[in-house]
T-cell receptor
Framework: EAQVTQNPRYLITVTGKKLTVTCSQN?????MSWYRQDPGLGLRQIYY???????DKGDVPEGYKVSRKEKRNFPLILESPSPNQTSLYFC?????????????FGPGTRLLVL | AQSVAQPEDQVNVAEGNPLTVKCTYS??????LFWYVQYPNRGLQFLLK??????LVKGSYGFEAEFNKSQTSFHLKKPSALVSDSALYFC???????????????FGTGTRLTIIP
């Protein structure tokens, strides 16, 4: 089954404790992206990747890191989480860097930083 | 910069009645427009998209959307609402060609649709 998976789905942590949210897609997609969803703000892009070893900042990259060592994986790293990073996070992917492709989203990771 | 507005946070519709969820957009070039639906505790699911061509786009679950360039709108519609349509709906836009390379979608703030039995 074609899908985008994320782990963990739910996470409670404390300020400053490094964490990683994994994202994996099995569709051989080139483009991957991370969004955060906050009430009243919709979804905002954190980072994106056009292909392996190619990443760039989105609209709200502060406090986050990413890597793209393999085509299928695009982990999101919070080196020192803070309470303002409490949010719902979505990973997305699409087939190629083009203009008409539909993005497919993972199930989301709900993060609470205390 | 591209932007999307969903003017209604909440829309309530009686089951069997037609529904409309509103969306307006702003882009510098040609818009690529999308609707996604989010059910509780689930990720976003693609409903439909407008790239070019016919202004009326048909999508999943009986939904359709009408692209109106003069009004810069892309309203989501369904002729007869079902209780199972209750969910959070997001409109999104991509701008071409200024966003070349980044497939970023700019999302609206979402509209919660409730279908009343």
């Amino acid at each position: 089954e074609a899908q985008v998976t994320q782990n963990p789905r739910y996470l409670i942590t404390v300020t400053g404790k490094k964490l990683t949210v994994t994202c994996s897609q099995n569709m051989n997609h080139e483009y991957m992206s991370w969004y955060r969803q906050d009430p009243g703000l919709g979804l905002r892009q954190i980072y994106y990747s056009m292909n392996v070893e190619v990443t760039d900042k989105g609209d709200v990259p502060e406090g986050y890191k990413v890597s793209r060592k393999e085509k299928r994986n695009f982990p999101l790293i919070l080196e020192s989480p803070s309470p303002n990073q409490t949010s719902l996070y979505f990973c997305a992917s699409s087939p190629s860097v083009g203009y008409q492709e539909t993005q497919y989203f993972g199930p989301g990771t709900r993060l609470l930083v205390l | 910069a591209q932007s999307v507005a969903q003017p209604e946070d909440q829309v309530n519709v009686a089951e069997g009645n037609p529904l409309t969820v509103k969306c307006t957009y702003s882009v510098s070039g040609n818009p690529y427009l999308f609707w996604y639906v989010q059910y509780p505790n689930r990720g976003l699911q693609f409903l439909l998209k407008y790239i070019t061509g016919d202004n009326l786009v048909k999508g999943s679950y009986g939904f359709e959307a009408e692209f109106n360039k003069s009004q810069t709108s892309f309203h989501l519609k369904k002729p007869s609402a079902l209780v199972s349509d209750s969910a959070l709906y997001f409109c999104a836009v991509r701008d071409f060609p200024s966003n070349f390379g980044n497939e970023k979608l700019t999302f609206g703030t979402g509209t919660r649709l409730t279908i009343i039995p």
